[in-house]
C-alpha cells in the first residue's frame, strides 16, 4: 500500500520529496504529461536519516504522488492544447510532446510527436515502459540512446527507426538542438518505471534475447534504396500514416500468432513506417 499526496506541481513535489526527504523515484504516468508518481524510500536510508536530516520511516513505505483535478484536466488527453489543438505539452525528462491521433483510438494506441528543444545531455535515466507495443522513429537530428544487452549507446540518426520490446531497458544520453522523434506506444496510457538495479550498457551483448515476447530491432535509414519516382502523388500527413500503422498493429496483437510471428509482423511495420517518412522527405 501506499500514501496518496495530491499536489498542485508534480515536478515540484517530485524534486522536494526526492532532493530533500530521501525518496526515490519509481514510476511516473503517462509520460507525455504526467500526473502521477509513485516513490518510495531507499533501502540505504530507510528507517533512518536523510542526508538532510529529517527521518523516514521504513523500507516498505511508499507514497503515491497524484496531480490535483482541475478544470485544465477534465479532458486529460487535451491538456494545454493536446491532440485537438497540436500544441506542444511538457513531458517526462525535459522533453515536449504533441499527439498525432485525437481520440487515441479510443486509448490504445498513442503516436506522440516529441521534441527535445536543447542539445547535449538529456536529463534521463535507464527505465522502462509497461507496454505491449512500442516504436521510435527518429524525424529530425540526432540522438544518443542504449538499450539493455544491445552492446554499446548508438546514434539515431534521421530516418533511423527501432521496435523497442516490452519493459526493456534503456536510456536516452544525448541529443542534437532540435532533434524530434514519433514514438508509437500500446496502450495510450502506461507506466515508466525507473531502473534502480541495472546499469546500461550491459556487461554481454544478447541480440537475440525476448523480451515480453519480442526482440529489439534496429532499422537504418540508409537501408533502404530511395528512389523519386516510388514517390506516389498525395502523400499522407503524419498522422494519417500514424493512424494507419496504430490500425495494424491493432489487427496484429488480436491475432493469435506466435511471438516469432509477431515481432516479425511489427518489424514490417517500423519498416513500411520508416520508408514513408525517408519518401515523403524526398519528394
Partial sequence: MSDIIQCDNLDESIEHYTKRLGYRLNMIKPADAPREALLSVPPAVAGGLTSVGESVKSES????????????????????????????????????????????????????????????????????????????????????????????????ETGDCVLQPPEIRHRVLECTAGAEVIEVSMPAEHETWVEHDIL????????????????????????????????????????????????????????????????AYYQQCCQSFVQYFLLNRES
Fill in 61 to 156: 513505505e511508499q507514497i503515491r504522488l497524484v496531480l490535483k483535478i482541475s478544470d485544465s484536466h477534465l479532458q486529460p488527453h487535451a491538456t494545454v492544447g493536446g491532440p485537438d489543438t497540436g500544441d506542444w505539452i511538457q513531458g517526462r525528462a525535459g522533453m515536449e510532446y504533441r499527439d498525432l491521433i485525437p481520440g487515441r483510438l479510443g486509448g490504445k494506441v498513442i503516436a506522440s510527436h516529441i521534441r527535445l528543444t536543447k542539445g547535449g545531455e538529456v536529463p534521463d535515466y535507464v527505465h522502462y515502459h509497461k507496454v505491449d507495443f512500442q516504436m521510435i522513429y527518429c524525424k529530425a537530428g540526432r540522438i544518443k540512446v542504449v538499450y539493455e544487452d544491445q552492446g554499446p549507446p548508438f546514434w539515431l
Fill in 200 to 263: 546500461l550498457p550491459s556487461a554481454m551483448v544478447k541480440p537475440d534475447r525476448y523480451f515480453g515476447g519480442q526482440r529489439f530491432f534496429r532499422y537504418s535509414a540508409g537501408d533502404i534504396r530511395r528512389t523519386h519516382s516510388s514517390v506516389a502523388e498525395n502523400l499522407p500527413s503524419e498522422e494519417e500514416c500514424c493512424r494507419k500503422l496504430a490500425e495494424l498493429i491493432l489487427r496484429v496483437e488480436e491475432c493469435s500468432h506466435t511471438s516469432d510471428k509477431k515481432s
